[in-house]
């Protein structure tokens, strides 16, 4: 069967099994626009490229399946750049098709050329400059395997404008006809390695599982759950892991890291063994990485053999699919003679569910949970901590200033516990990885690595496409709001009603903080005013309802109201406190020891 | 000048890639990006011409070499990475050279050829173009040797090497074939 270069790349976009695609078309992507019609993909016309990479994002964190994002040549390929980095950083599997001038003109500097390859090779896993059509099904084929396995990330498929138009003989790849010869991702640990960290395992009297992403990539959360449940081992999910084990459960000690909670901050810092699974030890997580976890042995499991002793040497460094390790790990566990308990649920072994882990058999104090008696004066300790330096914010009652926790704690409350949280950047973030209680995988999606601002209204927008049977919030800040806002008016044409909940602070709020804290109260460019842009007014205009809140009273029914709104966008404009902070935080560079608490909490502040 | 021969700092790394373009800019983008410092580089293609194989030498104070062949092994088009420990493996350079050689010193510089058993590929009539492959720390003699005649230009290629063949009292060369179980992610 003779199809052209460009139906054979959507027909081969369909046996992927895509569903949903974000894009824009231009010169160069114009033949690969024309099949679009006829076929069964669902394709999102976006307001920018940009978007269009955030919102395939948001639909592959939701749901685990690759994003996919079609652009056209130079400026289209150059926009979509910084969502290639955003999901490099944080392994989020990506296939875009950029189109690109003919093969004839390449290198020319013809018109909208630009050389994407190239720019790209750094934040992307591959790329691919397809200069035959006959290769089309394959490369996808390899874009989308490349994409998926090992450590997931996005891939660039560059496709000239003539290769898209030629003829060519369809036909689909077997596995075996993938040309990736030095291709190999890894799979189950090596077993000695797997006995040697269950024996650490058991002869910790101090451990904390450190549980990130990868977790969450590779579906591995009912394996974490029992492998916290039956060792008594706590665990603190980073900022890119959170909902990986739940929040509500006795054991979770919640985020740790640069704005993480005290506990899940300084139980890192005095544990005698860290359990790293599917976590890379980020600075935004270590602090100064010379006096990070100093009487701390290492455990670590990664599937990207280079994550292992990159920024801290291990003690046992197993590079595997953190769900098979952790499998592995309890098999080990069981032949060193530890004990199941009436806690431990099952499904280990099986397939993962996608629905969760769900809440805790039983609940109580960390300490009386499931206590394995080495286990128990650690737990004390960690109890102590939690009772000593809980997360704390002052809401005054009536007209005050309206504080972002109390709006997060009434969004929490308000909407159903499965919600899809999306954040941008800042300060927004921070509060609400802190504020929400996350109790399913997959609910919580932001952007870790690259920070980048104006990620959440698209990235919400793809989630919600994923994911039409959840509520989808966007928690966002304005300055963030204002980068892509325009989206919302992809999110209103094609009738995606994600829900934004803007934290306006008028401010570029941790900037401020850090300007605040360590600029002498110099504030430089930081400022950006509640009411210009008018939020609401944009809203409105962008087919979305708007709604303004600047009162306590007002949070409640507001966020009721949108709750019930489910035929469009809704953007809820919040006047938060300007001057409000987010605590702890260990000042960049500092050690995790310094790490400075709420004002109230503080030695001088204690009667 | 850097003698580069004796120098522990340095690493040779052979590196068999898909023999397709843009492959040789992954790699030294890689180690542009990341911080590592190559010290040479040379390409060429294998007795398999599906394959390429660069040969780098990198400079491990940069970077500890673990982390560096784990970068480097994410590479797609990268199919395996031995690094050859030097005192086990077989390395040559080639060094080219146009040597000032006037009436005086002309006889010199042709008996100092010959004592490196090198060659002289080009006469002037008051330079000669010089050739000497071997070893890098002979090649390095020589360069300095030669420099006090007047290099007027010098090319040298990089090092290649290969790993020195097994037989009877000699230990194995491959301090680590990567690629085969350490596999990749991404």
């Keep these: 069967m003779e199809l052209t270069g460009a139906q054979a790349l959507i027909r081969s976009l369909e046996m992927q099994e895509v569903e949903v695609m974000f894009g824009l078309p231009g010169g160069a992507i114009l033949p690969v626009y024309d099949p679009i019609i006829d076929s069964s993909i669902r394709h999102i016309l976006v307001r920018h490229e940009q978007g269009a990479g955030h919102m395939a994002e948001g639909y592959a964190q939701a749901t685990g399946r690759p994003g996919v994002a079609m652009v056209t040549s130079g400026p289209g390929a150059t926009n979509v750049v910084t969502p290639l980095a955003d999901a490099y950083m944080d392994s989020i599997p990506l296939v875009v098709v950029s189109g690109q001038v003919p093969t ?11 050389d994407i390859t190239g720019i790209t090779m750094g934040i992307t896993k591959h790329n691919w400059l397809v200069t035959d059509g006959a290769d089309i099904p394959r490369v996808v084929a390899e874009a989308f ?15 000239p404008k003539d290769v898209a138009q030629r003829p060519m003989e369809w036909y689909w790849p077997e596995p075996d006809d993938l040309d990736l010869p030095g291709y190999r991702p890894m799979t189950d640990g090596d077993p000695a390695l797997v006995r040697q960290a269950a024996e650490l395992i058991l002869a910790a009297e101090k451990p904390v599982i450190y549980a990130g992403g990868g977790i969450l990539k590779a579906r591995a959360w009912d394996g974490l759950c029992e492998l916290a449940e039956r060792t008594g081992i706590p665990v603190v999910t980073t900022l890119m892991g959170r909902g990986c084990f739940p929040d509500s459960h006795p ?20 544990s005698d063994l860290l359990v790293a699974l599917g976590s890379r030890f980020d600075d935004r997580v270590t602090g100064r990485i010379a006096d990070f976890a100093p009487e701390a042995k290492i455990v670590h499991v990664d599937v990207d053999p280079a994550e292992l002793n990159k920024v801290r040497r291990a003690d046992v460094g197993i590079a595997g699919d953190c769900r098979l390790v952790i499998d592995e790990l309890l098999a080990a566990l069981d032949a060193l003679g530890l004990p199941h308990s009436d806690a431990t649920r099952g499904g280990r072994g099986g397939a993962p569910s996608d629905a969760v882990a769900g809440a805790p058999a039983t609940t109580g104090s960390l300490a009386a949970h499931h206590p394995r008696e080495r286990l128990i004066p650690w737990r004390a300790q960690l109890t102590e901590w939690q009772r000593t330096y809980p997360l704390v914010y002052d809401q005054p009652p009536g007209a005050g200033a309206l504080k972002p926790q109390f709006v997060l704690e009434t969004l929490r409350d308000a909407t159903s516990e499965d919600t899809i949280v999306v954040a941008g950047v800042g300060q927004h973030q921070m509060f609400a990885s802190q504020w929400w209680q996350f109790d399913h995988p997959r609910t919580w999606i932001n952007s870790g690595g690259l920070g980048t601002m104006g990620f959440a209204v698209p990235a919400s927008i793809g989630a919600k496409v994923g994911r039409p049977d959840r509520t989808v919030w966007a928690v966002d800040g304005d300055g963030c709001f204002q980068m892509t806002a325009q989206e919302l008016v992809t999110a209103s044409s094609e009738r995606i009603p994600v829900k934004i909940a803007i934290l306006n602070n008028a401010y570029l709020g941790m900037v401020r903080q850090w300007q605040e804290m360590f600029y002498g109260e110099r504030y430089s460019e930081v400022y950006l005013s509640p009411d210009l842009p008018d939020y609401v007014g944009w809203a409105e205009a962008m087919g979305c309802v708007g709604i303004r809140v600047e009162s306590t009273e007002e949070v409640a029914p507001a966020i009721d109201k949108a709750n019930d709104i489910d035929d469009r966008p809704v953007v809820v404009d919040f006047r938060v406190d300007a001057f409000e902070k987010v605590f702890p935080m260990v000042p960049a560079g500092a050690s995790n020891d310094e790490i400075v608490v709420d004002p109230t909490q503080r030695e001088e502040a204690r009667p | 000048m850097t003698v580069y021969g004796a120098d522990k700092r340095h690493h040779t790394l052979t590196v068999v890639v898909e023999n397709k ?12 990006r990341r911080g590592y410092n190559i010290y040479s580089l040379a390409v060429a293609p294998t007795d398999d011409e599906r394959f390429s194989r660069i040969t780098i030498v990198v400079d491990v104070e940069s970077s500890p070499l673990e982390q560096i062949i784990h970068q480097l092994d994410k590479l797609v088009p990268v199919v395996s990475i031995t690094e050859l420990d030097p005192a086990r493996s077989r390395e040559r350079e080639l060094l080219l050279a146009t040597v000032e050689a006037g009436p005086e010193t002309r006889g010199k510089v042709i008996e100092l050829v010959g004592v490196f058993e090198g060659k002289i590929v080009d006469v002037g009539m008051d330079r000669l173009t010089v050739m000497l492959a071997g070893a890098p720390s002979k090649v390095d003699d020589f360069e300095d040797l030669i420099r006090g005649y007047g290099i007027v230009e010098m090319q040298r290629t990089g090092r290649v090497a290969l790993p020195m063949l097994d037989r009877p009292g000699r230990t194995p060369h491959l301090r680590g074939l990567r690629g085969a179980r350490t596999g990749k992610a991404g």
């Design chain 1, 251 to 270: 054991l979770c000690l919640g985020m740790p890291g640069m704005h993480g909670n005290y506990t899940a901050v300084t139980s890192m810092q005095r």
């Design chain 2, 21 to 32: 373009s843009g492959v040789l800019a992954r790699v030294a983008g890689l180690f542009s």
């Design chain 1, 104 to 114: 004839s003109a390449i290198g020319t500097d013809a018109f909208q050329e630009s």
């Design chain 1, 145 to 159: 395997t490349v994409a998926t396995s090992g450590r997931p990330g996005p891939v660039l498929v560059d496709v």
